[in-house]
């Protein structure tokens, strides 16, 4: 199996897996610097696009955002969502997973579970295609919000779910918006790492959209914290930068480009 892969599972029980969101080279270099899988999440259609949901991204837009993330990721695991639709059966799959795997040089893709498409991940694997499950709540199947494994038969079936993930190949399982308890299970009972979004510290890793930690998209439930405030950062330049435009402040002659020096 490909090192980077072993990499994240050999960090099951020993130490935190780290993962945020990019839809670009400049977040993903820095992202690259500190987190050990680095995902061009489908949320690229509310974060970017201001879609309701994720449901209308289309493959040629992931792959152009990918090729950009590709440029800032050099160390860690870069993985790919399948957009919604484009691995309806096993035919579309292979045929759309192996279009973003050699177009983007992408590590991974991440396909959501409908709780019926485990055959999808079993074939993706026998192609040499490592694919991170994803269950809980699923933005491309489900159309209303809701925190999942509250009772005995939700956490039942997610256990089972995630059981079958990984015995499909998977390589680990976003786990989003589950109660603490079945986190803890499921994570207890699976041998790949799980990685929580709104699941607790019960998880083998975290991620986030990285919009959504930097304060940035405006989206801040419960589970998300919000490690700065990007906003009025970027907020209060714009401003500055407004302002000495026009008081014609700026450019000042420091920034006036005479003779042949440009840097
Ligand atoms: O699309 C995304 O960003 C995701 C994460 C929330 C896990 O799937």
Do not use: W
């Not at 993930?165 to 998977?170: S, Y």
């Amino acid at each position: 199996m490909n090192y980077k892969i072993n990499k994240i599972l050999n960090k099951k029980n020993k130490s935190k897996i780290v993962c945020l969101t990019a839809y670009s080279k400049n977040i993903a270099k820095i992202l690259d610097k500190f987190c050990d899988i680095i995902l061009v999440g489908d949320s690229m259609a509310n974060v970017l696009y201001a879609e309701k949901n994720t449901h209308n991204l289309t493959i040629e837009n992931t792959i152009q955002h990918t090729l950009s993330v590709r440029r800032g990721v050099k160390k860690n695991l870069l993985v790919v969502d399948m957009p919604k639709g484009t691995y309806k059966n096993i035919t579309m799959a292979k045929k759309n997973a192996k279009l973003i795997k050699s177009s983007t040089k992408c590590d991974a893709v991440k396909i959501e579970s409908n709780s019926n498409n485990f055959n999808i991940i079993k074939e993706l694997v026998s192609l040499k295609i490592p694919v991170m499950g994803h269950i809980g709540y699923t933005p491309q199947f489900k159309n209303k919000f809701k925190i999942e494994g509250d009772s005995e038969k939700e956490k039942n079936k997610l256990i089972k779910e995630a059981i079958e993930i990984e015995k499909a190949g998977a390589f680990s399982i976003v786990l989003e918006c589950i109660t603490s308890r079945t986190a803890r299970l499921i994570t207890e009972r699976i041998k790949i790492p799980t990685i929580g979004i709104g699941a607790s510290s019960y998880c083998d890793g975290q991620v986030l959209v990285t919009d959504d930690m930097l304060g940035l998209s405006g989206f801040y439930p419960k589970f998300v914290k919000k490690f700065t405030n990007l906003n009025r950062v970027i907020e209060k330049a714009v401003k500055k930068y407004s302002r000495e435009v026009k008081k014609n402040k700026f450019p000042s002659k420091k920034n006036f480009l005479n003779g042949s020096k440009y840097r």
